[in-house]
């Protein structure tokens, strides 16, 4: 995981980064995000769902997107409402996170013939 800072107050990403670190993630040196956000937001891409979900629990209130091109890596971008890293849930704990689709991104076209099949109704076999 990378962490990184959309905010102007110096070393925020370094400080999120050791708590991080303290706490038993793999990070990743911290940089400076390009752009500014509104909210601490989590990145991660498909696939990686219950990684960033655990991370998005270490940060109270912060924002999960799902995009493409992260791979593996889960990047959480400190916002202005950034205050503390938390410690993570134990591990086996349930998480709830809500993820936002990446509004930049034009929606899937699924094609014309496709069928869906509800696996958890049986009852009209």
Known sequence: MRVSNATAQSGLAATATNQLKRDGFKVLAPDDYPSSLNATTVFFSPGNEQAAATV???????????????????????????????????SGSSVSVQIDRNSSNPPTKLPEDLTVTNAADTTCE
């Open 56 to 90: 998005a629990a270490a940060f109270a209130n912060s924002k999960v997107e799902r995009v493409s091109g992260y791979g593996k890596v889960v990047q959480v971008v400190l916002g202005p409402d950034f205050k503390s890293v938390t410690a993570p849930p134990p």
